[in-house]
């Protein structure tokens, strides 16, 4: 669909973004470049919310580029619940499209990939209960804390499960070092605590399960793994220079590649090890480099960091990408004016994807006046608009009352469909707009009326919980035991859909009304 196409383009741009910042300060300090990946995970999962919380701006894209993302459209059937409990339908062949089967394989590899890190961090857990307290290594994380001024709870322990040291934790952090540990020199012993507190300081546990949570949800995109490797390699190198700035290049470098050879298989758990084969001699380069700047991030080059990442949430989370047909030539829009065919002009401003966003700009803010004067050149006011509905739908979403009524006085159908969107009532119900409901339902909306992938008012008004407009709509008679048959997969009620969106209210609201499992 278009908006999928929308959020992956918007993803690409920002890892894109993300990559050539880190680009330009590739001389700089490893911790900025940590901070520039550590605001990249964070936006990405911003990203599909953001239109929530920022205006839309629409970006009209060709026809034939939007078909191509398009999801196929297999209407699902939507009954009320007889008295029989019915089967659930036999699906035509045509509904497992390839839309459908990359749809559910994404699914599956998200799932896969959040069970594996709740996976990871049960081990962890399990890990940090099962060690052994190292009182010798707590005190000697104190000191160590007390000289690079960090203010955090830590706990050091003994476990025979790891082979090179590690931390995890919240309010708490552990670090885990190996059993070998003891028979290290001291200053061996200060060396990899001092790695390990770095990560304490940037709380880089907490970022490391944030990151995991992105790559989850945006699996499929190859850039995002890229991303990740270099997130992960950036924060160890911030901890290898403040390891180098405390105590002696060459020996630190020497004590990664011993501890990376005695890494066994991989243990699959979301924390950061000190040494891993991995990219090792990148970070050895590094911390023998002289020229190297190190040290943690300054205030104000993480206030810039933030100040980015907000702006690239507003300036990327408000795009919408909407269909727009070819457009027609002059000397066509012409022909067609001057032989005042209304056809013809209605077809020419519909291609126009100018007078499409303008007649949604209309709707949205109720200005009759617009209407009006598309109506007067030609735009069908009942036609659909690709990705955002009927002018009636959007004016009715946006409660726009006047805009409404002007719309019905003129003809306009309050039951034409929008799949994708619904219909002006189930639009209204969503949003909550009692005032224009009411106006729909008096002027001939039908309140049962389903549209396909979008349910019913009743069922859309559950979801979203307006109790105020579940009240409405049991008032005037809707059936609260209505099934519709969705996605594919499952029959949805009002009193599922208000359940599983944990709006007790409206759970009781409907129990009280007649509804039943």
């Known amino acids: 669909m278009i908006g999928i196409a929308t959020l992956v383009l918007k993803a690409t741009l920002v ?61 699902p059937p939507a009954l009320p ?27 599956v590899g998200v799932v896969f990939l959040l069970a594996s890190l709740a996976a990871g961090v049960w081990r962890l857990r399990r890990w940090g209960n099962d060690a052994e307290v190292w009182p010798e290594g707590t005190r000697i994380a104190a000191d160590v804390a007390c000289e690079s001024a960090i203010r955090r709870a830590v706990l050091v322990v003994i476990s025979s499960e790891v082979a090179v040291p590690l931390t995890f934790g919240f309010r708490r952090q552990t670090i885990v070092m190996p059993a070998l540990a003891r028979e290290w020199s001291m200053d061996a012993v200060r060396r990899a605590i001092r790695h390990e507190l770095e990560h304490v300081r940037r709380d880089d546990w907490t970022m490391q399960l944030v990151a995991r949570i992105a790559c989850a949800l945006y699996w499929p995109h190859p850039m995002i793994w890229l991303a990740f490797r270099r997130f992960c390699l950036e924060a160890e190198r911030a901890c290898d220079d403040a390891v180098v700035n405390a105590s002696d290049a060459s020996t630190y470098a020497e004590q990664l590649v011993t501890l990376a050879r005695t890494l066994g298989p991989r243990t699959g758990v979301p924390a950061l090890a000190m040494a891993s084969p991995s990219r090792l001699s990148e970070r050895v380069h590094a911390i023998l480099d002289p020229a190297q700047p190190r040290g943690p991030q300054s205030r104000a080059a993480m206030l810039l960091t933030v100040s980015i990442m907000v ?5 990327f989370g408000s795009v919408r990408l909407v269909a727009a047909a070819a457009e027609p030539s002059e000397s066509t829009r012409g022909d067609a004016i001057e032989d005042g065919v209304r056809e013809g002009v209605a077809g020419a401003m519909e291609e126009d994807g100018m007078y499409r966003d ?36 959007i004016a009715s979403r946006a409660g726009r009352k006047e805009a409404v009524r002007w719309l019905l006085d ?26 224009v ?29 307006s109790d105020q407009a579940v009240k409405l709509l049991i008032a005037r008679g809707a059936n609260v035991n209505v099934r519709v048959w969705a996605d594919d997969r499952e029959w949805r009620t009002p009193l599922n859909m208000a359940r599983r969106n944990g709006h007790g209210d409206i759970v009781r609201i409907l129990r009280n009304a007649g509804a039943s499992e």
């Not at 702006?311 to 300036?315: D, Q």
């Open 437 to 465: 409901m009411r106006i729909l339902l008096d002027r001939g909306a039908r309140i049962e009326d389903v549209v396909p992938g979008d349910e019913n008012a009743l069922i859309t008004a559950a979801g979203q919980g």
């Open 358 to 393: 303008a007649v949604i700009e209309a709707a949205r803010k109720g200005d009759i006046d617009a209407l009006d004067f598309f109506a007067g050149q030609g735009i069908d006011l009942d036609a659909a608009i690709i990705g955002d509905g009927t002018p009636l739908l």
């Open 81 to 107: 619940v007889p008295a029989a409990e019915p089967a659930a339908p036999d699906l035509p062949r045509s509904a497992f499209s390839l839309f459908h089967a990359a749809r559910n394989l994404y699914l």
């Open 311 to 315: 702006a690239v949430v507003v300036t």
């Open 410 to 435: 003129r003809g306009v159908d309050p039951n034409v469909p929008s799949p994708g969107d619904g219909n002006a009532l189930i639009a209204a119900a969503g949003a909550g707009q009692t005032d």
């Open 15 to 75: 890892i894109a973004a993300a990559f050539a910042v880190a680009a330009v300060a590739r001389r700089g300090r490893a911790s900025l470049r940590h901070a520039v990946f550590a605001a990249l995970f964070v936006t990405l999962l911003l990203l599909p919310v953001a239109p929530r919380f920022v205006t839309a701006t629409t970006v009209s894209i060709p026809a034939a580029l939007a078909d191509t993302v398009a999801a196929p459209q297999t209407p």
